[in-house]
């Protein structure tokens, strides 16, 4: 199944089949966020250590230094030095996967308990907001891969889907939408929802469409029993749907999750 085609296994279904997102969530600019159906938790996008530890420089410092040596060139858009004005943060967007030999996944819990900051604070969503006194001056330090906003990584959307698939009507053979924001489908059309077809034992091939670089914005069974929101914007996937559901995923282990209602 990986080598077929993705519009064999996935093919473009009515934009219409978004309708009842629209009108429970708004216009899914950024992804159809949902409302607990009739529960919800957060699924939390991986961040990496390095074996060696947390730097004490930051990506801001140093790319600032490889800027002065002469090693890199300056962001220069319309005469702006975003050197000057900007900040690297050391994030990303987009998919991501481990970076490999010398890494580890770095739990947010493990992250919270060794900073003092909440995973993430009350009132407050994934986002880069988080974390605050780790990282100076909005930069994180060198040695840790803070998550990708917009996007699961690879392990965790296996793992998902694995879960999902544990609680489809119809195991991998429930039937599926998955929907793709304009903003990561290259901003070009806002009037016509794109929106995919298919069964979730397939749902793994469509974290390599090759149109986006992103996992779905949205992905939901036929039956409207459960769905799952990544917003652009966020460090986070939002999944609604029944109690069992939300339970599993807060206890699975390949997953980190958090409860919505924290």
């Known amino acids: 199944m990986r080598g077929e085609p993705l519009s064999r296994t996935w093919p473009l279904a009515p934009s219409g089949a978004t309708d009842w997102l629209r009108e429970m969530c708004g216009d899914?600019?950024?992804?159809?966020?949902?409302?607990?159906?009739?529960?919800?938790?957060?699924?939390?996008?991986?961040?990496?250590?390095?074996?060696?530890?947390?730097?004490?420089?930051?990506?801001?410092?140093?790319?600032?230094?490889?800027?002065?040596?002469?090693?890199?060139?300056?962001?220069?858009?319309?005469?702006?030095?975003?050197?000057?004005?900007?900040?690297?943060?050391?994030?990303?967007?987009?998919?991501?996967?481990?970076?490999?030999?010398?890494?580890?996944?770095?739990?947010?819990?493990?992250?919270?308990?060794?900073?003092?900051?909440?995973?993430?604070?009350?009132?407050?969503?994934?986002?880069?907001?988080c974390f605050p006194s780790v990282r100076k001056d909005g930069s994180w330090p060198l040695g840790i891969i803070p998550p990708t906003e917009g996007s699961l990584d690879r392990e965790t959307w296996t793992r998902l889907i694995g879960v999902l698939t544990e609680f489809g009507p119809a195991g991998p053979d429930t039937p599926c939408f998955a929907y793709y924001n304009p903003l990561i489908m290259g901003a070009e059309d806002f009037e016509n929802p794109h929106v995919r077809a298919g069964r979730l034992g397939d749902a793994e091939l469509l974290y390599d469409h090759s149109e986006a670089d992103f996992s779905p914005s949205n992905l939901w069974a036929g039956d409207r029993s459960w769905c799952l929101c990544t917003d652009y914007d966020l460090w986070g996937t939002k999944v609604a749907g029944p109690p069992a559901l939300i339970e599993a995923l807060l206890d699975d282990a390949g997953i980190e999750a958090i409860s919505t209602a924290r």
């Open 28 to 129: 899914g600019l950024t992804g159809f966020m949902p409302p607990p159906m009739p529960d919800a938790v957060w699924v939390l996008n991986a961040m990496y250590e390095h074996e060696q530890g947390p730097s004490g420089t930051s990506y801001h410092e140093h790319r600032r230094a490889l800027v002065a040596e002469g090693s890199v060139e300056p962001h220069i858009i319309g005469g702006l030095d975003l050197e000057v004005v900007g900040v690297t943060t050391g994030g990303g967007i987009g998919r991501a996967r481990h970076p490999g030999p010398g890494w580890r996944r770095l739990r947010w819990a493990e992250l919270a308990r060794r900073s003092g900051d909440p995973v993430v604070p009350p009132g407050m969503m994934p986002c880069f907001r």
